[in-house]
């Protein structure tokens, strides 16, 4: 079944930087869409970036130019780089995919505290 794993979150000062791993299973992962969202107590899930099969990326407006996604298929990972964290980054950070329109399949979150 699909499996995702996030790891790499922690806390970090303002101004600082992250980098959050998602190591993929039970699926086709070069053939994947794969995305990061994140959820802060009393927030609504939101999406942050994405990165296709073929490479194309998105980023939220928030997170524009401080975040850079990447995907290594060979390592079936994918990474969320973050720079210049805010106060307001922090949040539990999900990796997930889909097999349709909507991204349905989730990890378990990670945790970025941001101060």
């Known amino acids: 079944q699909v499996q995702l794993v996030e790891s790499g979150g922690g806390s970090v000062q303002a101004g600082g930087s992250l980098r959050l791993s998602c190591t993929a299973s039970?699926?086709?992962?070069?053939?994947?869409?794969m995305g990061w969202y994140r959820q802060a107590p009393g927030n609504e899930c939101e999406l942050v970036s994405t990165i296709s099969s073929d490479g194309s990326t998105y980023y939220a407006d928030s997170v524009k130019g401080r975040f850079t996604i990447s995907r290594d298929n060979a390592k079936n990972t994918v990474y969320l780089q973050m720079n210049s964290l805010k106060s307001e980054d922090t949040a539990l950070y999900y990796c997930?995919?889909?097999?349709?329109?909507?991204?349905?399949?989730w990890g378990q979150g990670t945790q970025v505290t941001v101060s």
């Open positions: 997930a995919t889909r097999d349709g329109a909507a991204y349905n399949y």
């Open positions: 039970g699926f086709t992962f070069d053939d994947s869409d």
